[in-house]
């Protein structure tokens, strides 16, 4: 069946770096454009960044751009996310999910999320 | 890049409808037939219940309907059931090629 997992969350000092990864399997990676989105402790969800299928277009929220980089490995079916100069409004769960093919915005499905702290 | 706007909550007894409102502008919600909606259990991911304004994925009741008017999308609960009790969220997509999600709203079935 299709399943995303995350992983690589934990506690970071704010200003460090800190690389998620997310697992894809049960259906052809290469062919989907991938997000992430987060999800601040008791808050909503705050969409974070796309890739596209072939990583040749990527783009970011606002609130990440210059600090955070999304990018995949087709070869190993797994999407990243990597967080640079992190800050406490950065702590969150943060999910990957797929998006299907023919609608932009279409997350389905999605993984159980990877939680990350920033604090010193 | 502003969160579209949902109310706080909502809430209905057992079999009433329901209704979840999503303001955008014409940049997101207004502009494009994009929109999606996801629900979400405590501690759990969220699922999507409509895509494209109005289509309903495979697997998921037919209680649950999407539509548009103007910058504002709508999520339509019929039937409420004690299990719909959730959060809700909106998303567009936007003119920036990124998306977008609602602020969110609590679904209190009574």
């Known amino acids: 069946q299709v399943q995303l997992v995350e992983s690589g969350g934990g506690v970071v000092q704010p200003g460090r770096s800190l690389r998620l990864s997310c697992a894809a399997s049960g259906f052809t990676f290469s062919s989907y454009g991938m997000h992430w989105v987060r999800q601040a402790p008791g808050k909503g969800l705050e969409w974070v960044a796309v890739?596209?299928?072939?990583?040749?277009?990527?783009f970011y929220a606002d609130s990440v751009k210059g600090r955070f980089t999304i990018s995949r490995d087709n070869s190993k079916n797994t999407l990243y996310l990597e967080m640079n100069s992190l800050r406490a409004e950065d702590t969150a769960v943060y999910y990957c999910?797929?998006?299907?093919?023919?609608?932009?915005?279409?997350?389905?499905?999605w993984g159980q999320g990877t939680l990350v702290t920033v604090s010193s | 890049q502003s969160a579209l706007t949902q109310p706080a909550s909502v809430s209905g007894s057992p079999g009433q409808s329901i209704t979840i409102s999503c303001t955008g502008t014409?940049?997101?919600?207004?502009?494009?037939?994009?929109v999606s909606w996801y629900q979400q259990h405590p501690g759990k991911a969220p699922k999507v219940m409509i895509y494209e304004v109005s289509n309903r994925p495979s697997g998921v009741s037919n209680r649950f309907s999407g539509s548009k008017s103007g910058n504002t999308a709508s999520l339509t609960i019929s039937g409420l059931q004690a299990e719909d009790e959730a959060d809700y969220y909106c998303?567009?997509?936007?003119?920036?090629?990124?998306?977008?999600f609602g602020t969110g709203t609590k679904v209190t079935v009574l």
């Open positions: 998303s567009s997509y936007t003119s920036s090629s990124t998306g977008v």
């Open positions: 999910a797929r998006n299907n093919i023919g609608a932009p915005n279409w997350f389905d499905p």
């Open positions: 014409s940049s997101d919600v207004g502009g494009y037939n994009y």
């Open positions: 890739i596209w299928y072939d990583g040749s277009y990527k």
